[in-house]
């Protein structure tokens, strides 16, 4: 078994955009715009960006909730066979080649049994449990479900299995016949919780678990996420534009700004050297919770431009301090700093 | 500092289905003049209700049950106060936009979509400004009569004028009488005793019966091309917008106030909202939520306006929100609210270091710091629900330091250190 | 976390299902309409039910024929051996009031039943999937919408038919895009919400989403419009059998009732009101039951409808 459990390559989600009378493609929302990105087993990793920079979309294109327009995302493959799928497909004369391993590996390329079998690996979370959970489904009902469709568990053995589900997300055994209005938000949150742990996942995507909560509930699902994270040796992708929330819980951080990623580090690094102006600027904007500390803070002027048609170059150019020429023209690339594991896309990272 | 608004013993109630929610058990809440004052606490914890009870906007089946909302606006005399909780509807359409002003989370539904920017920031100028703005415009017009101009365009410039300082005339007769009226009904409140309530009641509806323009002004407002001599009134408010619209900091004011809300961004339209809010000057801003429903790097933005115009303009800000992080950037007194009760009030270097309340410390522990180590810390259970709120403190439930008192009795608000104000068992009659 | 759960200490009590029901069913009958909407209705099934204890049929075969003494044309008014006095050819108004409300709930709960399960299927595929047959399924509703339904029902029934019968066929084939519609504005609405997303991230099959899912978060909107649309398919019924498309004279019906006298509407010249009775019953029993329906799906709505629900 490899370390690398989550392999994504030059992922984009497009969303058409059609008008006129006869529904004419026009332009495309271009919510995640060529992708790259390695998940460590065992490692949680926290998207973070403002609204609209494509991190819930990259989420969900991960579990095939949303069909990706084009790339690749391998899961739980060798990655010696990966970067060998990755050269026959770069050059054009063995792509044909690849295409036989793809379908194989290739998650975009599943169908059918073997999607579902998928879906076992990997589970999400969604923002605001209210939503999450079918109001007119018993709790008992909502946790079996998975585990019903993927015919793991029949007969009695479904109850016991809520119940221990129940019990590790530490709730107690009253509630198998109640409905999720009965409960708080937080205890809601439990519950999605343990229904997407029900099948044994390796992989959660966790679509901002903690905005839709209180802040003294919030804790208390940070703790018990952290907590099944250790006992289940789970590997999380944490989506959420709560910089202290990831701090807390991830150890590696990417930052996407309009569908790519802008920085690309190890959590302590980026919050003690942020080297993207705009991690910069994202890190000064968080209000800390001490009043005692004044810190400078970059203003960013301006607002996020439209993904339908984003700035040229650099996206970040417009809103840029340290905007130059080159920063108009040309796109940065995902640069590694020499740092471990640290990647940034700018121009001018060194100088800055 | 002399004080600027207070609530007593404020309760709120919404009746609704399942019962009778009661959302304020006697809040008291105090803000000074010049200071940015806050109120946190959990969603349902009551701090919207407070400000929406305090402005009287509370919705449908929310109702005041009883308390005080004490407002100290006179400009002759700041010490007294003005309870404005029996006070008509009119007299507070009045104050409203006025001398408070309040901004919502969702500025997107705050702003009316049919309705141009330009339109909606110079409603405030229309109603609360109107003698100026009428002023301003005759001033101009008469510049322009003594000026060189064909004949026709002279006179229709003098018929204007003498429309609009008709216009002027009755308004300002109107704003005498109110305040005629306002002086009786100051004398009245000064006076105790509850003999007068009628006189009272009579002076509250006279003065909602009056009208700030006769018949036939009316008449004349209302005509279609008749009234069209209001023309040049609207561009000397539209002047105003655009100028609010820049010192606010908007690129591009004349080309924003012909816009409308769906074309500006999260940002812009919440900026829209604060220009709504600031033209008259208010003397009391309430914030609620301004920033929850934007990205970080705008928040920050909109959190340096709101600093920014609060040293240039208003004199108080009451700002409202759940963030721990924007109560320690922003506040200078803080309340902490929970289940409709405020629990500690203290200026917010002091909440921050010293906390006494079990339940402010339980929050601020809970947030993630900069520089976390090891476990949140949590508050155990959920929020109470506020149709059988629990009996004596409404935390007790929660409390890690729950004593027998606790849920039987009501804990007084007691001023444990000077400016810092708690309600708690642990330091009533002196104890710790 | 421990005292989280000794919040809520298991009762014991009945299944789930049930409380909501009874809760929803107190709800209901607090509701002043309700208890208007329900007893007009309540009324009318008694009258549907005992209608042979009430109307004994002269000949029990085939009791919707009114029964009729003489042949006489002009109709006659109220009086102790007809209560609510005779239609033209004599036949008795009491009679046909009675046996009508059993054809009243024939035509109203088989039209409206029929409704609702074309419209739940094809709703719901429009709905859940989208697309192309979202297209084909709304586009041949938009036909529907386009063309007047009374004039297109009485061309349909002309073509298959005069009678009760082809009405209730026709008012289905014409009533389905109403239905339709609802349900899938319903749909797509609950389509993008989280939880038919978690369902779908964990393996679940469409057939499974939509049997589990979408129909019962979509069923109350619909229950509320099937109990609005009860009344009007009355409505339509009656105004085609006045048109003289429904049943031959003598049958039991409310609206070939009123067609019946259409001649006698206004009275001789020294007695414009003389036959007030021929119209006005068996108008107002229609009036009557339609309102009825009516109220109680107002009724109905106000409980069912989450938008409704926290006042």
């Given amino acids: 078994m490899s370390d690398t459990l989550l392999d994504i390559r030059d992922l984009y989600k497009y969303y058409p955009v059609t008008g006129g009378v006869f529904r004419k493609h026009v332009a495309d929302v271009k919510a995640v715009d060529g992708v790259n990105l390695q998940i460590k087993r065992g490692e949680c990793v926290g998207l973070v960006g403002e609204s609209g920079c494509g991190k819930t979309t990259l989420g969900k294109t991960i579990l095939r909730l949303h069909e990706s327009t084009s790339g690749r995302i391998y899961f739980d493959q060798n990655p010696d066979k990966i970067e060998e799928v990755e050269r026959l497909l770069a050059a054009p004369e063995t792509a044909g080649q690849a295409k036989a391993a793809l379908a194989e590996m290739d998650i975009t390329k599943m169908d059918g049994t073997r999607l579902r079998a998928l879906r076992r690996q990997m589970q999400i979370v969604f ?98 996420l952290k907590k099944l994270q250790r006992d289940f040796q789970l590997t999380y992708l944490f989506v959420t534009h709560h910089l202290l929330v990831v701090k807390y819980t991830s150890d590696r951080i990417v930052v996407m700004y309009l569908g790519k990623v802008v920085e690309n580090g190890p959590t302590k690094q980026i919050f003690e050297k942020p080297l993207h102006p705009y991690t910069k600027a994202l890190l000064s904007a968080i209000p800390v919770p001490d009043p005692t500390t004044k810190r400078e803070k970059i203003i960013l002027t301006g607002d996020v431009p439209n993904p339908v048609n984003p700035p040229k170059g650099c996206r970040f150019h417009p809103r840029c301090s340290y905007a130059q020429e080159i920063c108009r023209t040309q796109e940065p690339a995902l640069d590694p700093t020499g740092m471990d594991g640290h990647t940034v896309a700018c121009h001018r990272w060194k100088e800055i | 500092m002399e004080k600027l608004i207070e609530t007593n013993e404020l309760y709120t109630n919404f009746n609704t289905f399942e019962g009778v929610v009661k959302a304020l058990n006697g809040v008291g809440v105090v803000v000074n003049e010049g200071e940015t004052y806050g109120l946190v606490g959990e969603s349902g914890c009551g701090k919207s209700v407070t400000v929406r009870s305090m402005m009287r906007i509370v919705q449908a089946p929310g109702k005041i049950e009883s308390g005080k909302v004490v407002l100290f606006f006179r400009a002759e005399d700041r010490s007294k106060g003005i309870d404005i909780i029996d006070r008509s509807e009119a007299y507070m359409t009045s104050i409203r936009g006025d001398s408070i002003s309040m ?330 | 976390m421990s005292n989280e759960n000794a919040q809520i200490i298991e009762k014991p009590s009945a299944h789930p299902l049930w409380k909501e029901f009874a809760f929803s069913m107190k709800r209901l009958f607090k509701n002043p309409l309700t208890i208007i909407g329900a007893s007009i209705i309540l009324f009318f099934l008694i009258l549907a039910i005992f209608a042979p204890l009430l109307a004994p049929p002269p000949r029990p075969f085939d009791p919707y024929l009114m029964p009729h003494k003489g042949w006489d044309m002009t109709p006659s008014p109220p009086s102790a051996d007809n209560w609510l006095g005779t239609l033209p050819s004599q036949y008795d108004i009491l009679y046909g009031i009675i046996w009508g409300t059993r054809n009243a709930f024939r035509i109203g709960l088989a039209v409206v039943a029929a409704n609702l399960i074309v419209g739940l299927i094809l709703g719901a595929l429009a709905g859940y999937f989208g697309g192309i047959v979202d297209e084909i399924i709304m586009r041949i509703a938009d036909i529907f919408y386009a063309i007047p339904t009374l004039v297109m029902a009485m061309a349909l029934v002309v073509a298959i038919g005069r009678g009760l019968t082809s009405i209730v066929l026709v008012l289905i084939i014409l009533g389905w895009p109403t239905y339709t519609r609802v349900i899938r504005s319903d749909i797509l609405v609950i389509r993008n919400m989280d939880y038919i997303m978690a369902a779908r991230a964990s393996g679940v099959s469409h057939l499974r989403i939509i049997m589990r899912h979408i129909m019962p978060n979509s069923v109350f909107s619909i229950i509320i419009v099937a109990s609005m649309n009860v009344g009007v398919t009355i409505l339509v019924a009656a105004a085609l059998s006045f048109l003289g498309l429904g049943s031959d004279t003598g049958y039991a019906d409310w609206g070939a009732m009123v067609s019946t006298c259409r001649d006698f509407i206004v009275g001789p010249p020294e007695n414009r009101l003389a036959y007030w009775y021929l119209v006005f019953i068996p108008g107002f029993t229609i009036a009557l039951f339609v309102l009825g329906w009516n109220l109680l799906g107002d009724a109905i709505r106000d409980v069912f409808d989450p938008r409704m629900r926290r006042r």
């Fill in chain 1, 127 to 224: 923002q605001d449990p209210s939503n999450s959970l079918d109001p007119r489904m018993l709790i008992r009902d909502i946790i079996a479900e998975p585990l019903e469709a993927q015919n793991l568990v029949k007969g009695a053995d479904v109850d016991k299995r809520v119940l221990e589900l129940l019990d590790i997300v530490g709730m107690g055994t009253g509630h198998l016949k109640r409905y999720p209005h009965e409960f708080s938000g937080g205890q809601r949150q439990r519950i999605a919780i343990a229904r997407a742990l029900a099948t044994n996942p390796k992989f959660v995507v966790m679509d901002e678990p903690t905005s839709a909560l209180d802040v003294s509930v919030q804790a208390q699902i940070l703790n018990l």
């Fill in chain 2, 103 to 432: 901004i919502f989370q969702e500025a997107s539904t705050s702003l009316n979509p049919v309705l141009s920017i330009g339109y909606q920031v110079g409603e405030s100028f229309h109603y609360h400004r109107r003698p100026q703005m009428l002023k301003e415009t005759i001033a101009e017009l008469d510049a322009e009569i003594g000026g060189k101009l064909p004949p026709l365009s002279k006179a229709w410039r003098s018929v204007t004028k003498r429309l609009l300082a008709r216009e002027l005339r009755e308004r300002e007769a109107y704003d005498a009488r109110i305040d005629e009226i306002d002086k009786e009904l100051y004398a009245l409140e000064e006076q105790e005793g509850a003999g007068d309530v009628s006189k009272k009641r009579d002076l509250n509806a006279r003065r909602d019966a009056l009208q700030d323009h006769s018949a036939l002004t009316g008449f004349f407002m209302g005509v279609p091309f008749l009234k069209r001599y209001r023309k040049r009134l609207e561009k000397t408010v539209h002047r105003h917008v655009v100028e609010l619209l820049r010192t606010l900091g908007v690129p591009n004011p004349e080309r924003i106030a012909d816009a409308y809300p769906h074309e500006l961004s999260g940002g812009m339209q919440q900026r829209i909202v604060i220009a709504i809010a600031l033209a008259c000057h208010p003397v009391l801003l309430i914030a609620d939520e301004p920033t929850s429903n934007l990205d970080v790097t705008i928040q920050a933005q909109i959190i340096d306006l709101i600093k920014r115009l609060k040293e240039a303009t208003i004199s108080s800000v009451l700002f409202i929100t759940h963030d721990l992080g924007l109560v320690a950037e922003v506040c200078d007194r803080v309340s902490v609210m929970y289940a409709g009760d405020v629990s500690e009030t203290a200026a917010v270097q002091e909440l921050f270091k010293k906390p006494l309340h079990p339940y402010s410390q339980g929050l601020l522990n809970s947030v993630p710091k900069v520089e976390q180590d090891g476990e949140l810390a949590t508050i155990p259970g959920a929020v109470p629900n506020l149709i059988v709120p629990p009996t004596g403190c409404r935390f007790h439930p929660r409390c890690p330091k729950k004593m027998d008192v606790c849920s039987a009795s009501k804990p007084p608000m007691i001023e444990w250190a000077p400016g810092h104000w708690v309600a708690c068992h642990l330091y009533t009659d002196g104890k710790r």
